[in-house]
Structure formats: C-alpha cells, structure tokens
C-alpha cells in the first residue's frame, strides 16, 4: 500500500521560508518521478513542481520558478520542497504525488498515481 505523508507546513510571513517533506512508503521510490501540486478552495489543484527518479531533471510552474526548489533523497524515500520568497498568493494545500513516469517530470494531475493528505501552507502579508 503506498503511502504518501506530508509535513513541514504553517504559517509564515510573506518573504519568508518553508520547507516541506513528502515521506513514501510502499512503494520503490526510485523507480518514480515524483511531484507537488496545490489548491486553493474554491479552485482547481495546480501544479507546482515535478522532479524525475534520479533528481536530475526538475520542471516548474511559472508561479514559482526561481523561489521553489524541488529535491529527492532516494536513501530517505523523501523528496523536499524548499519555499523561499513566499508571497500571500502561495497560500494552499499543498500535495505531494507519484508519477508513473520515472524519467519525465509531469505537469499534469492525470500523470499521477497515488497523492498525499496535504499540509496546509499560509502565507501572511
């Protein structure tokens, strides 16, 4: 059974810095591309980042290139995204997924197997 858990989440000031965890189990976690998405009530789940089984290739939304960097651990079965410059309009769930691909690190919710509970992130202005 695979699991997906997220953590790392809360409430931080706009500028500020949040790192968040995706911790896998039941699965080989390096045999899959891996990803984050995010949503807003009220609005569709968008893509935020997507990195491939080895970690060497990566792919971001526009909304976030250049803040957010996506990373993986294969040993720790954890991939980590790392926010800085938050900006109120980063405010979501945040949710981590596992892609069927392993080398192509997609965009869209449709490439995903299997999704995490979410974590809140908050940003304040």
């Known amino acids: 059974q695979v699991q997906l858990v997220e953590s790392g989440g809360g409430l931080v000031q706009a500028g500020g810095s949040l790192r968040l965890s995706c911790a896998a189990s039941?699965?080989?976690?390096?045999?899959?591309?891996m990803g984050w998405f995010r949503q807003v009530p009220g609005k569709d789940r968008e893509f935020v980042a997507a990195i491939t089984w080895s970690g060497s290739s990566t792919n971001y939304a526009d909304s976030v290139k250049g803040r957010f960097t996506l990373s993986r651990d294969n040993a720790k079965n954890t991939v980590y995204l790392q926010m800085n410059s938050l900006k109120p309009e980063d405010t979501a769930v945040y949710y981590c997924?596992?892609?069927?691909?392993?080398?192509?690190?997609?965009?869209?919710?449709?490439?995903?197997?299997?999704w995490g509970q979410g974590t809140q992130v908050t940003v304040s202005s």
């Open positions: 039941g699965l080989t976690f390096s045999n899959f591309a």
């Open positions: 997924a596992q892609s069927w691909h392993s080398i192509v690190p997609a965009r869209r919710e449709n490439e995903y197997d299997y």
